[in-house]
């Protein structure tokens, strides 16, 4: 088992090795890229995409520092029980599509992989974590640059 005690930017682990923590950035507008995007399954089964977004600068801010390079990762379930889920997916993914110039029609998402590294200004909140998790950021709006 693993424990970790915080020191500041970095975790210690009960094997003694550091690992860098990275606290939530602080919520607001953010020039985004998206770097990949995954089709997976979620541990119950569900088809999902995951995408991974490299934070370019602050919308607005002088210094980057600390910001540029960071990862925020979101999941979109593609198909669910519950159909809420599967909902707030199609509509974060047109909102994606939207900002970059793509457009995707009845759950077609193979043309976003056509703009990945496109730019586009994302709005980050932070979500509170639970169940031992960590808060993290997610985007809570996608825009046009």
């Known amino acids: 088992m693993h424990t970790a005690s915080n020191t500041g930017d970095c975790m210690t682990d ?3 090795q550091e690992k860098k923590e990275f606290l939530p950035l602080e919520d607001g507008d953010y020039l985004v890229r998206m770097q990949a995007l995954t089709e997976k399954q979620s ?3 569900n088809n999902m995409l995951t995408a991974k977004f490299q934070i370019v600068k602050r919308v607005g801010a002088e210094d980057d520092k600390g910001i540029k390079g960071r990862i925020v990762f979101e999941n979109f379930l593609l198909d669910h029980k519950n159909p809420k889920p599967v909902e707030i997916a199609a509509e974060k993914l047109g909102q994606y599509a939207g900002a970059v110039g793509a457009s995707v029609a009845d759950a077609d998402y193979s ?3 056509d703009f990945l590294e496109t730019p586009f200004v994302a709005t980050l909140e932070t979500r509170v974590g639970t169940n ?3 808060d ?3 985007i809570k709006v996608y825009s046009k640059r």
């Open 14 to 16: 009960t094997t003694g």
């Open 43 to 45: 541990k119950a089964g």
């Open 136 to 138: 993290q950021n997610q």
């Open 132 to 134: 031992g998790y960590a």
């Open 111 to 113: 043309e976003l992989h």
